[in-house]
């Protein structure tokens, strides 16, 4: 989870929006069986029961037990089960052991769903006052991150299954491949303007909007391929250690890395693990599951460098965007006059500024409306269970 609170809220169909977006978390679940929703094989994924009882949690916790009069909890166990960092709130489930909880059922947490929209529909009926307001549209969009998270975590759940099984025929476009030929885009040094503008929904780690000097450089009309990457492969770009950060040619060597996430060599070729399960790789798809290290390590073998986040804002109204996440070459840091809001929400985003990278644009996994140029995510340089990619950028104009 990824941001704080902020923005203008618009009254009017906050109840429809707060509808529809509970109800694609369940359309989400309708593929799955009950033993589908309680594996947890690595502390970076949560089993999928858990993903939407937090959500749930989260407007019980932070709306209706402060918002909605003679309000009573659905369970006085949840609150600790399903926290997942809130200091503020109280004690919670240990991270690496979400997947310990056979109890509450499955079943369980659909009562608690339906419970909590219930009382949130009558919440939302009645005139709703603009903090309550900001904080109903806040649990949407923290909904719909955990949606792509959903999606995620239940790929590498999936992936670790030998029997490769299949999530959803179609479900997300993973194969749609890179229809035009690249070409780098120009933009010359100057001061551009960085941040949200305060119009719509943004998370606190947008603002504020500030200006930024940038020198001339040129950036990739297109996402690295599959194809291009499978280049690095055979160059020996996993055994080059002139190509790598320090610590990513640690975690290189650690983990007998040598290719991306997912992927698979067999006789035939590279095959790799999609929600459809296991097919061959399409080579002029965008490549896809990759880490920092990874990325970056492409781009010093390419002989260039990846984006900043204020080249990639500056420029993205020039390429489309949208497959992949995107890593770029910028540490996730406040911009200048972040503020943390008070109470629970203040630990939303700001207390994970330090030792993560920011990613730009969106996924395949990424719910409909829940992306903007202004979109800061981020994440530690080795994780690569999210849908990344690489796009290349250079100094100077050629």
């Not at 969009?141 to 998270?149: G, K, V």
Request: proline share 5%; with cysteine.
């Amino acid at each position: 989870m990824q941001a704080s609170v902020s923005g203008k809220v618009a009254e009017t169909g906050l109840r429809a929006k707060y509808i529809e977006v509970r109800s694609y978390t369940e359309k989400l679940c309708e593929p799955l069986q009950t033993e589908d929703y309680i594996p947890q094989p690595i502390v970076d994924v949560s089993p999928a029961k858990w993903n939407i009882a937090h959500t749930t949690w989260f407007f019980e916790e932070m709306i209706l037990k402060k918002h909605l009069e003679g309000y009573k909890v659905f369970d006085e166990h949840f609150p600790h089960l399903f926290n997942s960092y809130y200091n503020t709130i109280g004690t919670r489930t240990a991270r690496d052991h979400r997947g310990d909880l056979s109890r509450p059922t499955v079943k369980r947490v659909f009562e608690y769903r339906k419970y909590v929209d219930e009382h949130m529909s009558s919440l939302l009926e009645g005139e709703v006052p603009d903090d309550v307001g900001e904080l109903v549209l806040l649990g949407i969009n923290h909904e719909q991150q955990h949606q792509e998270l959903f999606v995620t975590d239940l790929k590498y759940m999936l992936s670790v299954n030998p029997l490769f099984p299949v999530y959803r025929e179609g479900f997300a476009p993973e194969e749609d491949i890179e229809s035009a030929s690249p070409e780098f885009v120009e933009l010359e040094s100057g001061i551009y303007e960085i941040g949200s503008d305060g119009q719509g929904f943004f998370f606190d780690n947008e603002c504020e909007r500030h200006k930024v000097y940038l020198g001339d450089f040129a950036i990739s009309s297109g996402l690295v391929t599959n194809a291009e990457y499978i280049q690095f492969i055979d160059a020996g770009g996993y055994s080059d250690h002139r190509l790598w950060h320090s610590e990513g040619w640690d975690w290189v060597n650690q983990n007998e890395i040598e290719a991306p996430l997912y992927w698979h060599q067999r006789a035939g070729g590279w095959s790799t693990f999609t929600l459809a399960g296991l097919r061959p790789l399409v080579l002029d798809a965008p490549v896809c599951h990759i880490s920092f290290y990874e990325a970056s390590a492409y781009a010093e073998w390419k002989g260039m460098r990846l984006p900043t986040e204020f080249e990639w804002e500056a420029a993205n109204n020039k390429f489309n965007w949208g497959k992949r996440w995107e890593w770029t070459g910028s540490a996730y840091l406040p911009y200048p006059g972040f503020k943390k809001p008070a109470g629970a929400v203040g630990e939303y985003n700001g207390k994970f500024m330090i030792n993560q990278m920011v990613l730009r644009g969106a996924s395949v996994a990424t719910p409909a409306g829940h992306s903007r140029s202004t979109y800061r995510n981020f994440f530690h340089p080795h994780l690569r269970w999210q849908f990344t990619g690489i796009r290349l950028a250079y100094d100077g104009i050629r």
